[in-house]
């Protein structure tokens, strides 16, 4: 393996880091408001289906030898030129989405130290550091700056024992230093709520698919991406599971009261114990912290680079950057941090969260139905890719009739976020066809002109 081919180790990095990078302290506090102790169980649900679309993935990549990613996919295996760019569309709204969650997600926690005012002059200062934290991450992705694949082992694997540490160790303190009794409530797990929080939490399981993208720096990449996504989906829903359980039962108050920091106070609490109770709390928003900047900036960096490629393909606008460019064009960049800021500092975590997920919920059912279509070939077992499309269609409808329920006006932001998201594509790839549409009502008004006149 040359030594700027990335292996395994590296390939497991990038998709754990794409997952665990954000995700849980973005999502946690969402989805428990929804489902409370079962939690848990929605991460089960959502790490299920995605590892089912990851079968997807692989099975369509090997079919492509080793030239895949979701929009090549729907190129390659129906043809539609449209389909393919609207994918591609829909895939960087979702990581626009996932950016804008990380930021306000690290807003929140570098405002939860001590001492740290939630205004100034009136002004909430949330927006201001989302927004100043996306500026700095398309600052740094401007200047060319990236994590190497060693460095990337060594950061994924600090903050994974971070949180484990805190899982494990927030767990052991419920049973052995607690009066509590642990509160798992399996009893619900045949209740919709924990149905629908899958459906929200589907985003924190979006980060292995970038693999994808990245097959020409990897040695034997077929292999590879299928190794390293069976194993990092797994890995991640375990994760999940410690820290929701821990969080949930060390800080429930916290969870009701300012639920997207909870983590904090759970870790407060375990330490506790050890009188170093700051300490706990300082740690975990410390690497909160870290792991949404990174977060930002590497979905910035392959959301970059992504749309660049469908720049080259003509499935986006020339205004928005230079196919041709070295690197990522400064347009595009730009542009991408310019909508990611828009979204962090105008909509609630709770919008920005159910946004992203329906776009991944969209896409990797769609590539679970693309596996499908293939289960005639030996390499394809028709149960996973069955799977994940009944999984992501029973997502989608719940994970909406929540929203409606619950919280009428998200659903209605998230909704319009989507139709005008639709409505953005088909005006873009249909172009043609309108205005071959409005030449021909410009003639036939020309013609009855002219019988009138």
Avoid at 21 to 40: F, H, K, M, P
Avoid at 57 to 64: E, K, M, S, V
Avoid at 243 to 264: E, F, G, I, R, S
Wanted: overall charge negative.
């Amino acid at each position: 393996m040359g030594a700027e081919e990335l292996g395994l180790k590296e390939g497991v990095s990038i998709a754990l880091g794409g997952m665990i990078g954000g995700g849980i302290y973005a999502v946690l506090g969402v989805v428990t408001q929804i489902t409370g102790a079962t939690t848990w169980f929605a991460f089960v649900l959502a790490g299920l289906v995605a590892l089912c679309a990851g079968y997807s993935y692989n099975r369509l990549n090997d079919i492509a030898d080793g030239k895949g990613g979701s929009v090549t996919f729907v190129q390659s295996f129906t043809g539609n030129t449209t389909l393919a760019g609207m994918t591609g569309w829909t895939l960087l709204f979702g990581y626009i989405g996932s950016m804008a969650m990380y930021a306000f997600a690290f807003a929140e926690f570098a405002l939860s130290f001590g001492g740290v005012p939630a205004s100034v002059a009136g002004v909430p200062l949330r927006p201001v550091v989302s927004v100043l934290a996306i500026a700095l991450f398309v600052g740094l992705n401007l200047l060319g700056a990236r994590t190497t694949g060693s460095a990337e082992n060594v950061l994924v694997a600090l903050k994974v024992g971070i949180l484990v540490l805190f899982g494990v160790g927030g767990i052991a303190y419920g049973y052995l230093a607690s009066a509590d009794v642990m509160v798992y409530q399996v009893g619900r797990v045949a209740t919709f709520d924990p149905w629908m929080a899958a459906g929200v939490s589907f985003v924190a399981f979006q980060g292995w698919q970038l693999l994808f993208y990245d097959q020409d720096s990897m040695a034997d990449p077929v292999e590879t991406i299928r190794k390293a996504v069976y194993i990092s989906i797994p890995l991640a829903v375990a994760i999940y599971i410690l820290v929701a359980v821990a969080t949930y039962n060390l800080a429930p108050q916290a969870l009701a009261n300012h639920p997207h920091t909870a983590l904090k106070d759970a870790a407060e609490t375990m330490l506790s114990l050890f009188g170093a109770a700051r300490l706990g709390g300082v740690v975990i928003a410390l690497s909160a912290l870290f792991s949404t900047g990174s977060a930002i900036n590497a979905t910035l960096f392959s959301s970059g680079h992504f749309a660049k490629g469908m720049l080259s393909d003509g499935l986006l606008p020339d205004r928005i950057g230079d196919g041709d460019a070295d690197g990522v064009p400064e347009r595009t960049l730009l542009g991408l941090g310019a909508v990611t800021a828009a979204f962090a500092a105008y909509g609630s975590l709770e919008a920005i969260t159910n946004f992203a997920s329906v776009s991944f919920i969209v896409v990797f059912g769609g590539m679970s139905y693309l596996a499908l279509r293939e289960r005639d070939r030996e390499s394809v077992n028709p149960l996973a890719p069955a799977v994940g499309v009944v999984g992501t269609l029973g997502f989608l409808p719940l994970m909406l009739f929540h929203l409606y329920r619950t919280d009428p006006n998200t659903f209605y932001m998230v909704f319009v976020l989507a139709a005008g998201a639709i409505a953005a594509e088909l005006l873009y790839f249909e172009r043609e066809l309108w205005l071959s549409e409005i030449e021909g009502v410009e003639e036939l008004a020309d013609d009855v002109k002219g019988s009138i006149f």
